[in-house]
């Protein structure tokens, strides 16, 4: 049984769950990469962005290794929640953070490489440390890459199949997104429904892509600023403001 607003309710639930878990992982993972010459960074840059060069099944296949019943994670699961996390939603959440990070990671790990090491002397001499430091002089010269990997994040979770379909199945109302509903309505002979899904998830596609540039670029609504409520990258001195 295909349903499209169930199957468009589990999508949504599962790209944002994921969005924030790619940020709340790939952040601290992104800054750790701009800064060079620690031991392991090309170990830990290779395992980041090992996801685009395999396949989705592949990536679904080591997730099963690790949630499942002798599994790690799935050890784990087991004696704190009960039971595995393989055929649930959350498996679902999983599946689309791992495939989407290396988006994520690179588009903001690339910003923050640009932001000269002068601004952060220059900002620590006014007294600009910890988080004062990141909320108004790191993260509004970094905003671009950092919106752009949250939105490549959103959007790739949003097309996910093969490594959901290998964790979490295709359960209506629970793990099926639209990805899968399309799968199954293509699986049962109904073209005019796939048809409809398929339009539907262009739509939501091209609607959070018009939403993400907006939201990205320098003064829109999710711009953050500096001190003072100016943006950091105009707040700066002159000559302070050409080297950034």
Do not use: C
Not at 20 to 27: C, R
Not at 40 to 61: H, N
Not at 112 to 137: N, Q, S
Not at 186 to 215: F, N
Request: proline share 8%; charged share 10%.
């Amino acid at each position: 049984m295909v349903d499209g607003i169930q199957a468009l309710q589990v999508s949504l639930l599962v790209v944002t769950a994921a969005t924030v878990l790619v940020v709340a992982a790939g952040l601290p993972l992104a800054v750790a990469l701009s800064r060079p010459g620690w031991k392991g960074r090309t170990l830990v840059d290779v395992l980041v962005t090992l996801p685009l060069a395999l396949p989705p099944t592949v990536l679904g296949f080591y997730l099963l290794e690790l949630l499942g019943y002798r599994g790690p994670l799935g050890w784990l699961s087991r004696h704190l929640l009960g039971s595995t996390l393989i055929f649930t939603p959350a498996a679902a959440v999983l599946a689309a953070a791992v495939l989407a990070l290396p988006l994520f990671v690179q588009p903001a790990r690339a910003a923050l490489e640009e932001i000269p090491p002068e601004v952060r002397e220059a900002a620590a001499i006014d007294g600009a440390v910890g988080w004062a430091l990141i909320r108004h002089v790191i993260l509004p010269l970094a905003w671009p890459g950092v919106a752009t990997g949250v939105l490549l994040a959103f959007t790739r979770a949003l097309g996910e199949f093969g490594a959901t379909l290998m964790v979490a199945g295709n359960i209506p109302g629970r793990t099926q997104t639209l990805s899968l509903a399309i799968y199954s309505a293509v699986q049962a002979g109904r073209d005019d429904l796939a048809g409809r899904l398929a339009l539907l998830l262009t739509a939501v596609a091209a609607l959070s892509l018009g939403a993400g540039y907006r939201w990205r670029r320098p003064g829109g609504p999710g711009f953050p600023v500096g001190v003072g409520g100016i943006p950091a990258r105009l707040s700066a001195p002159p000559g302070r403001r050409a080297r950034s």
